[in-house]
Nanobody
Framework: QVQLVESGGGLVQPGESLALSCAASGRMFLINTMAWYRQAPGKQRELVASRTTGGSTNYADSVKGRFTISRDIDKHTVYLQMNSLNSEDTAVYYC?????????WGQGTQVTVSS
């Protein structure tokens, strides 16, 4: 089993920055993908960014150039640096780990962008 614990959510004003982190524990394999998803009220959960252990990244078009995903492989931790936040970024952000075609999820952390 794998456990994911997120931290770093909160309330910020438009244009500000926020950083999220997610620490994984449990049975980890060498090859996996860690990612951030988000779900806004009334909307489906969507991929924000992902990063493989090999370093390949993928970003949603809406966050390209503003968000950066990074990983500390040794610490089994994934980070999401979010800059130039706007109201459309308001959502619950979920950490995800995919290994051996199985998904694990964190409990979610709320990010609210409002003036």
């Amino acid at each position: 089993q794998v456990q994911l614990v997120e931290s770093g959510g909160g309330l910020v004003q438009p244009g500000e920055s926020l950083a999220l982190s997610c620490a994984a524990s449990g049975r980890m394999f060498l090859i996996n993908t860690m990612a951030w998803y988000r779900q806004a009220p009334g909307k489906q959960r969507e991929l924000v960014a992902s990063r493989t252990t090999g370093g390949s990244t993928n970003y949603a078009d809406s966050v390209k150039g503003r968000f950066t995903i990074s990983r500390d492989i040794d610490k089994h931790t994934v980070y999401l640096q979010m800059n130039s936040l706007n109201s459309e970024d308001t959502a619950v952000y979920y950490c995800n780990l995919n290994q051996l075609s199985r998904d694990y999820w964190g409990q979610g952390t709320q990010v609210t962008v409002s003036s």
